[in-house]
């Protein structure tokens, strides 16, 4: 099985490719491309080969069993990895249109994460109020006008449906919030700096149906303003908020297509046996 | 469900639904090896049924022309008689899937089994549904004489009846042993039955055109035929399915597919 | 197993009962343990407060030492303490804050910094006449600052040093990665991770932490000693603030002191039993302050943690 596996990752569905088996859904551009990605932590590869185009103003999810290398490949695209020692990037991460390399090693870390937002597994908003919260990446890029973060903060949170929750309590703890709301404060810090891409990793494992549901739909919204990508162990929330799915193992891109196909028709045995639930 | 055992044991695949398909062409079965034993046996439990329903769809089949062809009311009224059993197998397979899917959530192939399975219950109903209406008209041509249409195109009736069961048992073993190959048999096998028909139907109609008595009886066995020619349609539909839940893409609907 | 696992009610009841009997035993050990140390500590201090109460009094705390007992006073002790402490808590705070800060947020993790961890903590374990010794040599001799507050106030601040250390790292630690990475994600620095968010989210430990150390600096005997403080000082140092222009006035660091130590400790080894009333009275009041201060501690890590919940 495993041998199958990397036989088939190694010739993944380049650019052109996948833009030919986009039939359900509607073709956008390239708004980054992973190009013969390698990851390793330490002497340990986490990523090989990853080859993966990431479409404008869509969702595309990332979905594979543990320690398939999903989050990791998702925290390439903002360098958080370079916050521990011991880790190598090699290959390209492309941003388009500017052909910015994001893990290259002449490319500033701050640059890359200044542009591209990430939203966590767990709510983590700082222990200040909602509206420092959102205002502080605004802060960090200078902007320092009471009016101006005032309109930005508030766009923010209603770009991220939580304005009309807490617009009386803005100056009141975020940790005060429930889970729900708290995520969608973080999602709000995030999009605050209208950044070109946004990571989710795993951003409902931590919450109830409802707000899961929430977020989802906030998810969905969000595609029209950014470029989506996101990782999730919920195959039912990759299937109802991308719109193509990305199948990972053993650090490998497996199968890429759109959701539709996937999760009726997936064209590699290794995705229909883990979306099917067959791996044992 | 006494009425399962009431069914003859009715030849080829169907008769004994379960007998080791993992014989057959492929290495392991598509809808096992969950690591859920649940999906595993919601899925088997949904195949089997269907099986099942075909074995007992396929005599009525056969029971009904027989009565016809040789003027047994009694056979007649036995195809009538498992009628419902034949429908509760359907409500029953849609009831049972629609419980799969709300439940377990099942994608890919799952939910194509799932799918597939539900949909081969509304064709095999709709084959009962032939078969009541030939066993009907069976019935009220107990009463004929001898020379009526029923024997001028007995010949006709008796071979598409063996034509269409053939395409039955084809398909509900194409979807018992999730074969392909075997529901692909059954798609060129419609062609025949469809130049069967219309030779029937030319026969029949120099028959009238001689004997202006048994307008009626006619146009009864027109229907008959008819409803023959719908059996073969409804089996090339079941073997469609079986693709489409084996091969996850519909084959190419043609044309003629919704009769003449 | 299942068979051989099942226990009928009257087993499992009896099997309860008696564990139940073990859990309370317990809880009347550690009660019994807890009280009797606090006890020992009620005895002591009333002991004190008994002995010394003929002292209390206003004229206690605003006289000189006098070599009279019924005179004698603790205010050039008590203001010298003070001013030790101001000078200890100036240093230790923004020193062992920074260190601790390198230590656990820039210093790459190999046997270097591996090495002055463990320093750090051992330096905890030092005794603290060894402290005075090397400030008699470094800041008395080498340094010239003279055996006065300065020097005490630097000599108890590197006696303190590694308790502020371990005690903030303990509280940079306490931020949650989360926190961590939820701020560089947004474009930030380290530096502005640490000032913005890693800082202020560990106040309360970091605050704590520098309390206990000076509850601790603030009894310390023997360094003191050691680097000369004198124990009969009958003049305040100069006041550290003026009434000209630039109304702060840093001779005082300069001046000759004695500390409330040093003065029970002169105060016990005199014959005259009258003094001894006076060394109770300073101890008692000595020991306040070091409650008053672990109370203060306690409070505002109480007020962060409940500010604050990760």
């Not at chain 1, 990446?137 to 902007?143: A, K, P, V």
């Not at chain 2, 014989?23 to 099942?52: C, F, M, N, W, Y």
């Not at chain 3, 750090?120 to 005075?132: D, H, M």
């Not at chain 3, 106040?203 to 009969?232: H, N, Q, V």
Request: one cysteine or more; proline letters at 4%.
């Amino acid at each position: 099985m495993q041998g199958e596996i990397r036989a088939q990752g190694s010739d993944t569905p380049s650019l052109s490719i996948v833009m030919e088996d986009r039939k359900t859904t509607r073709a956008n551009p390239a708004k980054a491309a992973a190009e013969k990605l390698n990851f390793w932590y330490g002497s340990n590869q986490a990523l090989k080969n990853i080859n993966l185009v990431i479409p404008e103003h869509q969702v595309t999810a990332l979905i594979g069993p543990s320690g398939c290398g999903k989050s990791t490949f998702l925290r390439c695209f903002n360098r958080m990895h370079d916050l521990q020692a011991d880790t190598k990037y090699e290959g390209a991460i492309t941003l388009r249109p500017d052909n910015v390399n994001l893990v290259g090693p002449e490319t500033d870390p701050i640059e890359v994460r200044m542009r591209i937002g990430m939203v966590f597994q767990k709510p983590n908003p700082f222990p200040k109020s909602v509206f420092e919260n959102v205002a502080y990446g605004l802060r960090l890029r200078g902007i320092n006008n009471k009016t101006e973060l005032a309109e930005r903060v508030e766009k923010a949170l209603r770009g991220a449906a939580i304005w009309d929750e807490v617009k009386d309590r803005l100056n009141d703890s975020a940790l005060a919030l429930s889970g729900g709301q708290m995520q969608r404060v973080c999602i709000s810090r995030a999009l605050a700096t209208e950044p070109e891409i946004l990571l989710f990793d795993e951003p409902t494992s931590a919450l109830d149906p409802i707000a899961t549901a929430k977020i989802e739909e906030l998810i969905t919204e969000l595609r029209q303003r950014v470029t989506v990508l996101i990782v999730t162990h919920n195959m039912q929330q990759a299937a109802r908020v991308s719109d193509f799915t990305a199948f990972m193992y053993l650090g490998e891109l497996v199968e890429v297509d759109a959701t539709s196909k996937i999760f009726t028709n997936p064209a590699k045995k290794a995705t229909e046996d883990y979306i099917t639930g067959r791996y044992g | 469900m006494e009425a399962e055992h009431q069914v003859p044991a009715a030849p080829g695949a169907a008769s004994a639904p379960r007998v080791q398909p993992a014989a057959a062409t492929h290495g392991g079965d598509p809808l096992e090896g969950h690591i859920s034993k649940t999906v595993d046996q919601s899925l088997s439990d949904l195949r089997i049924h269907a099986v099942q329903m075909g074995g007992l769809v396929i005599d009525q089949v056969g029971s009904a022309v027989q009565a016809l062809t040789e003027r047994d009311v009694r056979l007649a009224e036995l195809v009538l008689s498992r009628e419902p059993v034949v429908n509760d197998y359907e409500t029953r397979l849609d009831r049972d899937s629609l419980t799969f899917i709300a439940l377990q959530q099942p994608v890919a192939n799952d939910l194509r089994a799932a799918r597939a399975i539900a949909r081969v219950g509304l064709e095999l109903e709709r084959v009962g549904d032939e078969s009541k209406k030939i066993a009907r008209f069976a019935a009220r041509a107990g009463a004929l004489g001898q020379n009526d249409p029923v024997v001028a195109v007995a010949r006709y009736l008796r071979h598409m009846a063996t034509l269409s069961s053939a395409m039955l048992r084809g398909a509900v073993r194409a979807l018992d042993e999730s074969d392909p190959a075997l529901a692909r048999d059954v798609l060129a096998m419609d062609r025949e039955i469809d130049q069967e028909f219309a030779t029937a139907l030319r026969q029949l109609m120099s028959f009238v055109m001689q004997d202006h008595q048994f307008l009626g009886a006619t146009i009864d066995t027109v229907f008959a035929l008819k409803g023959l020619e719908r059996i073969g349609d409804h089996a090339k539909n079941v073997a469609e399915q079986v693709l489409y839940m084996v091969e996850g893409e519909a084959p190419r609907k043609k044309a003629s597919a919704g009769g003449a | 197993m299942a068979a051989t696992a099942h226990m009928t009610l009257e087993e499992i009841r009896k099997g309860l009962s008696w564990r139940k009997q073990l859990d309370k035993l317990f809880i009347a050990i550690g009660m019994a343990l807890l009280f009797g140390c606090l006890a020992i500590l009620a005895i002591l201090f009333f002991d004190l407060v008994r002995d010394g109460s003929s002292r209390f009094g206003w004229d206690f705390f605003t006289s000189f030492p006098s070599r009279k007992a019924e005179n004698a006073g603790i205010l050039s002790a008590a203001v010298g303490t003070m001013l030790i402490m101001v000078v200890t808590a100036l240093v230790a705070l923004p020193v062992g804050v920074a260190a601790a800060i390198y230590l656990e947020e820039y210093a790459p993790k190999n046997w270097f910094t591996g090495i002055i961890e463990i320093n750090v903590t051992n330096l905890a374990g030092v005794p603290s006449i060894i402290y005075g010794l090397l400030a008699l040599g470094l800041f008395v001799y080498q340094f010239n600052f003279g055996q006065s507050v300065l020097t005490a106030g630097l000599t108890l601040a590197l006696l303190i040093l590694p308790i502020v250390i371990v005690a903030t790292r303990e509280s940079l630690r306490a931020v949650p990665k989360a926190i961590r990475e939820a701020a560089y994600g947004l474009g930030a620095t380290r530096w502005e991770v640490t000032k913005d968010h890693v800082l202020p989210y560990s106040t309360g430990g970091i605050l704590t932490g520098l309390i206990l150390g000076l509850s601790r600096a603030i009894g310390e005997t023997a360094p003191i000693i050691t680097i000369g403080a004198l124990s009969f000082i009958a003049f305040l140092p100069p006041s550290p603030v003026t009434g000209e222009f630039p109304f702060l006035n840093f001779e005082w660091l300069r001046s000759e002191f004695t500390a409330m130590p040093i003065q029970m400790f002169n105060w016990v080894s005199r014959p005259d039993q009258a003094f001894q009333a006076n060394a109770a009275a300073a101890g008692a009041i000595l020991l306040g302050m070091t409650l008053a201060m672990n109370a203060v501690a306690i409070w505002i890590r109480y007020r962060f943690r409940k500010k604050i919940s990760w």
